[in-house]
T-cell receptor
Framework: GESVGLHLPTLSVQEGDNSIINCAYS??????FIWYKQESGKGPQFIID?????DKRQGQRVTVLLNKTVKHLSLQIAATQPGDSAVYFC???????????????FGQGTILTVHP | GAVVSQHPSRVICKSGTSVKIECRSL??????MFWYRQFPKQSLMLMAT?????????EQGVEKDKFLINHASLTLSTLTVTSAHPEDSSFYIC???????????FGQGTRLTVV
C-alpha cells in the first residue's frame, strides 16, 4: 500500500537531546527497511537500513529498531545536532535481494527541527 | 560511493509544453532506474520502474503516455513530461541500481514548475 501524508508530523528537540522518529509500515511482506534524511530541495540521503531478520541495528549516532509484530520502525538519533534538522522518511522494500530491490514504498515522513 | 546525477536541477516550463529530465549513473552501470514524484510536504511516490532496453513498468494511476520513460543505455534514463500542466509541478527524483542484488542510489532531484 501507499503511505502519503498531506501534513507531515513534526518533532522539535533541543541540541544534545536524543530524538526518536517513528514509522508504521504497511506491508507485512516487506523484508528490507531504510531510513532516509531529506534536506530541502535535495534527494533522499541514506542513513541506515535493516533487514527483516533483525530487530535492531546501530550506526554512528543512529539506531534503527524494527518490530515486525506491529509493523513499526523507529529511528533513534543520539545527541541531536542542528545539522540533523531535515525531513526523515522510512521506506520499505518487498523482495529485497531480488528484482524488486530498490523499489521502495515511502512512509509519510517526519520533520525534525533541532534548536541550538 | 555510487553517484547518480539528475539534470536539470530546476526547470520552469509553460503549460502545454514538454520537458525532459535526465538521470545518469556516473560511476556504475544501472540496469534499473526508478522514478519518484514528490509534491510539497508529501512523501515520495514511485511512478515507474525503468529497465535498460525494455519498456518501463508504471505504477497504478500513472499515465504512461504523459510520463514517457526511456532507458536506452546503462547510464541514462530520461523522464519526459508531455503536455505539462500546473498540476504536474513537483519534485521528480530518480534512483538507480546496478543489479538485482544491489541497493539503489538517489539523484538530487529535479524541481519542475509549470506556469
Amino acid at each position: 500500500g501507499e503511505s502519503v501524508g498531506l501534513h507531515l508530523p513534526t518533532l522539535s528537540v533541543q541540541e544534545g537531546d536524543n530524538s526518536i522518529i517513528n514509522c508504521a509500515y504497511s506491508n507485512s511482506a516487506s523484508d528490507y527497511f531504510i531510513w532516509y534524511k531529506q534536506e530541502s530541495g535535495k534527494g533522499p540521503q541514506f542513513i541506515i537500513d535493516i533487514r527483516s531478520n533483525m530487530d535492531k541495528r546501530q550506526g554512528q549516532r543512529v539506531t534503527v529498531l524494527l518490530n515486525k509484530t506491529v509493523k513499526h520502525l523507529s529511528l533513534q538519533i543520539a545527541a541531536t545536532q542542528p545539522g540533523d534538522s531535515a525531513v526523515y522518511f522510512c521506506a520499505e522494500n518487498v523482495g529485497a535481494g531480488g528484482t524488486s530491490y530498490g523499489k521502495l514504498t515511502f512512509g509519510q515522513g517526519t520533520i525534525l527541527t533541532v534548536h541550538p | 560511493g555510487a553517484v547518480v546525477s539528475q539534470h536539470p536541477s530546476r526547470v520552469i516550463c509553460k503549460s502545454g509544453t514538454s520537458v525532459k529530465i535526465e538521470c545518469r549513473s556516473l560511476d556504475f552501470q544501472a540496469t534499473t532506474m526508478f522514478w519518484y514524484r514528490q509534491f510539497p510536504k508529501q512523501s515520495l511516490m514511485l511512478m515507474a520502474t525503468s529497465n535498460e532496453g525494455s519498456k518501463a513498468t508504471y505504477e497504478q494511476g500513472v499515465e504512461k503516455d504523459k510520463f514517457l520513460i526511456n532507458h536506452a543505455s546503462l547510464t541514462l534514463s530520461t523522464l519526459t513530461v508531455t503536455s505539462a500542466h500546473p498540476e504536474d509541478s513537483s519534485f521528480y527524483i530518480c534512483s538507480a541500481r546496478q543489479g538485482p542484488n544491489t541497493e539503489a542510489f538517489f539523484g538530487q532531484g529535479t524541481r519542475l514548475t509549470v506556469v
